[in-house]
């Protein structure tokens, strides 16, 4: 598997509230996607980083990596409770696919 | 912008059946996807392909047949649906540049086995 965290992780926070979700990868990869899903529809691109790049910032949400661990974070400054749905991040094999992890579901209540 | 259009949006099907979903962009995307997701996991790729009438098997091919029949559309089928089978079915479009790019998803199929 490409992914080192394999189970769907779960968090809840207060609306405005800071959070952080963080994923690690087994291969290389050129590009780290970030895709946000909301119940009942696919997935939408939220941040592309590539790999040469440290930090990526999107309105709210701020992404890193970090490719000596293998690792992204994708993180939401002041979380508001349309910001509920599952956060999954993907790697590419630079062969015209991608790999995604098993997703992070963020609950944020009023 | 573009669009992707997934039919039907809900399957029920017998076991051992046949059964076919269908997927249509009009984005004019090069590459086109067919991922399976089960409650509480991620996305598995079944089929993709790079061009018209191309095809290429993902991890969880066996099972499923596909067919790129033109550029903007692309159709997977189970083969022999499995009995409590239940799951949704992700079609998504990128442009050439593939895992490099943007995927853009449909709203998906969501099947049912009885």
């Known amino acids: 598997s490409q992914w080192g965290e394999e189970n769907l992780q779960a968090l809840s926070i207060q609306e405005g509230e800071d959070v952080t979700m963080n994923c690690s990868y087994k291969t290389y990869t050129t590009v780290v996607h970030w895709y946000r899903q909301d119940s009942g529809r696919g997935p939408a691109l939220i941040i592309l980083i590539r790999s040469n790049e440290r930090e990526k910032r999107s309105g709210r949400l701020r992404a890193t990596l970090d490719t000596s661990s293998q690792s992204s974070s994708l993180s939401i400054t002041a979380a508001q409770c349309e910001d509920t749905a599952v956060y999954f991040c993907a790697t590419d094999d630079n062969n015209n696919r991608i790999f995604f992890g098993d997703g992070t579901q963020l609950v944020v209540k009023p | 912008g573009g669009i992707i259009t997934q039919t039907p949006k809900f399957l029920i099907g017998q076991e051992g059946q046949k059964l076919t979903l269908k997927c249509q962009q009009n984005?004019?995307?090069?590459?086109m996807y067919w991922y399976r997701q089960d409650s509480g996991k991620g996305l598995r790729l079944i089929y993709y392909?790079?061009?018209?009438?191309?095809?290429q098997k993902g991890d969880l091919s066996e099972g499923y047949d596909a067919s790129r029949e033109k550029k903007s559309s692309f159709s997977l089928t189970v083969t022999s649906a499995q009995k409590n089978e239940m799951a949704v079915f992700l079609c998504?479009?990128?442009?050439?540049?593939?895992?490099?790019?943007?995927?853009?998803f449909g709203p998906g199929t969501r099947l049912l086995v009885l």
């Open positions: 392909s790079i061009t018209e009438n191309d095809l």
């Open positions: 984005f004019n995307h090069d590459t």
């Open positions: 998504a479009s990128s442009s050439d540049r593939g895992g490099q790019d943007t995927q853009y």
